[in-house]
């Protein structure tokens, strides 16, 4: 009768490694989670990565080895942000949408969805960009990744000959960001008080008003 086949065993280097590269992915979440505490308390102008260090009880070196200096704790922020699944789940929801209306729709949500799970870094990133030139170059990176995914929703429109005479499709981009963007949850949302579900409709009565030619749906 042959030999039972032992499962392998991980040598003690193995071992020691994954508990070495688990430890660092814990210690680099911390950094970032502390960052963002003390970015939305105390403002991103008024923490220095030695407050970062000492909320975190890590050594200074250790969140500079980590993550990086202030700017760059940011960018893995809104990295982070970006990365979400909600923004390829949308376009990919777009691009199976069969009338522009469902298109509008699913672009409602998302970018709803999208400012609301980020509204913190959203805010954090607004405000650092007006006193970190490095903020604002990571902004301004930003803001055109979310420009070119709602570009592609425009362009689903025009494929479905849906937006108005005179429309472009670029002009449709443009009509998108004001009423999708960033700007626009936060005024409604943030400054005003309304409900993210009550923001959702009104924007969505706006941009269906703006961008579906009528008798089209």
Known sequence: MPAAKSKPVKSARTYRSELRTKGARETRRNILDTAMRLFLERGYGKVTVADIASEAALALPTVYASAGGKAA????????????????????????AKSATDVLKIAAH???????????????MKYAAAVDATATDILQESDVGYRQALGQIARKLRT????????????????????????????????????????????????????????VS
């Open 160 to 215: 479905l000959k849906a937006l108005p005479r005179g429309v472009t499709e670029a002009k449709a981009t443009d009509i998108l960001w004001f009423y999708f963007g960033h700007e626009a949850w936060h005024r409604l949302v943030a400054e005003r008080g309304w409900s993210w579900d009550d923001a959702e409709r009104w924007l969505l009565a706006q941009t269906s008003a703006a961008l579906i030619r009528p008798q």
């Open 73 to 96: 704790i940011l960018a893995t922020l809104i990295e982070e942000a970006m990365q979400d699944p909600i923004v390829a789940e949308t376009l990919a929801a777009v691009r199976k």
């Open 110 to 124: 998302g970018t709803r969805v999208d400012n609301e799970r980020y509204h913190d870094i959203i805010e954090v």
